[in-house]
């Protein structure tokens, strides 16, 4: 493994930070990548992603005939960096770049990919992911939402639940049983739905955070085109799973880890415990050098993970490893923080003595939520064991 960068590298790092510093909006910094609770931020958040987009930073591994710029992984992994060490605003439309997006330009038709692609790289239509059901998460092959073949029209009726973004998005790519009487993964296709369509019901969830960042959907006899399936009737299981390998790299970001590990350095040395700064504390130290090296074999594992990229290897379990590593020690940075911090830790947002403006509880809640969502821990430990370990499956 070849661990520094060329010459090339260095200068196209420098040219994106360059950009950065001049364009990342002071006012949107450190907006939550996945969920976007404010809906007064939409408008700003999808001004951003055209400005990226327009300077080539958005879906730059996409080919160049579907937007993107044909980049390789360590143009991405800079520009990746370069946004999160500036506290760039999350991309509003994440689930259209990152997950629709690839997914079209994988099981879509030429069609499919004119109408949907150009308008998710600019943020004009914002995507949600309509798979999980109630009593269909982790078994999400269950699902029961109906779709219905009229003629040349889906009818669809049923309930999505834990629908991130449903609040703002413009369309779904989701999930629906059309063959109730085959195995389960054998009748289920994949579908895009306008999410202005007649019959559907958005209702917003609040979560511990105080944010309504996911919602319930509800479909009555919504009328869906057959054009808007995407790959074989009945085969929606194939392509929905090649949308959640997309999810799981979206979702284990290592860089964002490694961020948010310096910020409790940063913390342990300028709170006070006891009449010293945190970081002097012989017990905390221990706790900071246990999760240092986490976040250190974490690192050097995505780094594994970005040769086998470059050398054109498949990529494996690496995805599930990463999202279960990453979410987990997000939640573990997050909860020294909060211990650090002792009763200063429940202070609100707006509250006069609150620390780091109160983004470790935010971030202590927040990340609870990403070990669940995109699959969770015990569902990543299942895959890495059985595809990856080859162990038996019970
Ligand atoms: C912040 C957030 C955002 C989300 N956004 C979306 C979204 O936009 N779209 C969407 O479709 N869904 C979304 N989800 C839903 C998410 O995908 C599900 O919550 C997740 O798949 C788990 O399903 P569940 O909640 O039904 O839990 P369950 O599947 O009921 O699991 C309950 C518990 O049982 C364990 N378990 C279940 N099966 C097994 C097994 N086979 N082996 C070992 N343990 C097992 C689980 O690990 C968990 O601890 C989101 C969730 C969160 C938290």
Known sequence: MDLSYTAEQEAFRREVRRWIKENVPKKD???QPMEFGDPQRVQSLKAWQRRLYEAGYVAMGWPREHGGRGADVVQQTIVNEELLLAR????IGLMGVQMVGPTLIQHGSEEQRRRYLPKILTAQEIWCQGYSEPGSGSDLASLKTRAELVGDEFIINGQKVWTSNAQFADWMFCLVRTDANAPKHKGISYVLIDMKSPGITVRPLVQMTGDAGFNEVFFEDVRVPRQNLIGEFNQGWLVANSTLAHERNMLGSTTRT????QGLLRLAQSHQRYGRPASEDPILRQRLADLMIRVEAMKYHAFRQLTDSIRGRPPGIYASVNKLVSTELNHDIAALAMEMMGSYGTLARRSQRVID??????????????IIGGGTSQIQKNIISERGLGLPRH
């Open 88 to 91: 760039a605003p999350g991309l």
């Open 357 to 370: 403006r109160g983004v470790w509880p935010i971030e202590f809640m927040f990340t609870l939520g990403l």
């Open 29 to 31: 910094r450190d907006a």
């Open 258 to 261: 490694q961020q948010m590990f």
